[in-house]
């Protein structure tokens, strides 16, 4: 199975790209995000690859990164999301902005992705909430999302989800609020301040 082509961009087309690795052209399948970052025609270019083979065709899908790729093969193993679908996800939000919107169960971003409405928004944020953790050591701030803010941490994001917590809210409810605060506040922002904008948050 190939998993990585290292070559030089032959042909860019609307939906795919051939890569000419020692002379021999691979056309691969790409996200409309991934085709832009490439660069033109002549220069070299690095893609991760995921195969997938059938009894008629060998298909081939390259992305910038492992974690595309790797959001590529679970959304496709939510029943009724093919591969042209998964690509529309991953042009519509890069990695990060997934997996923010998941955490957040952000329905009305992930929804932007042509041929993705709000039942399989809805879909894709409840099955693959829970597998959010593999993603979340590359952004502080996704870590949070995914759950990784806990009282035992300490700091300010910390001891506003246990206050939230402590006024009823749930831990799932309470650690999107205060991570949807971080991102109006920045870092700095002091306990009470996220508490009262974390408040608002729940309010909306």
């Not at 070559?7 to 790409?30: K, N, P, Q, R």
């Not at 910038?64 to 029943?79: H, M, P, T, V, Y």
Request: overall charge neutral.
């Amino acid at each position: 199975m190939i998993g990585k082509l290292k070559g030089v961009v032959d042909t860019l087309e609307e939906d795919h790209v051939i890569l000419d690795v020692h002379g021999v052209g691979y056309l691969v399948h790409c996200s409309g995000r991934t085709l832009s970052a490439l660069p033109r025609a002549g220069e070299a270019a690095a893609l991760f690859i995921e195969t997938h083979v059938r009894e008629d065709q060998i298909r081939l899908f390259g992305f910038s990164s492992a974690a595309e790729r790797d959001w590529f093969r679970l959304l496709q193993g939510i029943q009724g999301i093919g591969t042209k679908t998964a690509l529309a996800v991953l042009s519509t939000l890069s990695a990060s902005e997934l997996t923010q919107a998941i955490a957040l169960g952000d329905k009305a971003t992930v929804a932007r992705a042509p041929g993705v409405g709000p039942r399989v928004a809805t879909r894709i944020i409840t099955e693959l909430k829970d597998k959010m953790p593999g993603f979340s050591a590359s952004e502080p701030l996704v870590a949070q999302l995914g759950g990784a803010i806990a009282p035992e941490q300490g700091g300010a994001a910390a001891d506003a989800v246990s206050a939230l917590v402590n006024l009823g809210y749930g831990v799932p409810q309470a650690n999107a609020a205060i991570a949807a605060a971080l991102r109006g506040a920045g870092d700095a922002a002091k306990t009470e301040a996220l508490i009262r904008l974390g408040l608002k948050e729940l309010a909306k």
